[in-house]
């Protein structure tokens, strides 16, 4: 069992920047495929970007491509979204998920096994 707990969501201007952290709970935190995923209202949970459990592969959301940046530190047992020049439509609660893979990413939130609660990222226009 993995628990994933988000931080560092808030709201920020259009063009600024914010870093999100997932912290998982375990000691075999390499062993899985990281996710973050995105809900805005009224909308479906949508793939944002991943990473596999060694680092090797990741992969973005086309709109996000060049602005946002996802990695990990294993020893940290935590996952990070750099978010920068952000849009108003990239408000929305953001989920990080995990699935125990190494060398795998998925983009579809019935990929992942865990989740965590959420963080608010709101972009003011």
């Known amino acids: 069992q993995v628990q994933l707990v988000e931080s560092g969501g808030g709201l920020v201007q259009a063009g600024g920047s914010l870093r999100l952290s997932c912290a998982a709970s375990?000691?075999?935190?390499?062993?899985?495929?990281m996710g973050w995923f995105r809900q805005a209202p009224g909308a479906e949970r949508e793939f944002v970007a991943a990473?596999?459990?060694?680092?090797?592969?990741?992969y973005y959301k086309d709109s996000v491509k060049g602005r946002f940046t996802i990695s990990r530190d294993n020893a940290k047992n935590t996952v990070y979204l750099q978010m920068n020049s952000l849009k108003p439509e990239d408000t929305a609660v953001y989920y990080c998920a995990a699935r125990r893979e190494t060398f795998w990413i998925g983009r579809k939130p019935g990929e992942y096994d865990y989740w965590g609660q959420g963080t608010q990222v709101t972009v003011s226009s």
């Open positions: 375990g000691r075999t935190f390499s062993s899985y495929a």
């Open positions: 990473i596999s459990g060694s680092s090797d592969i990741t």
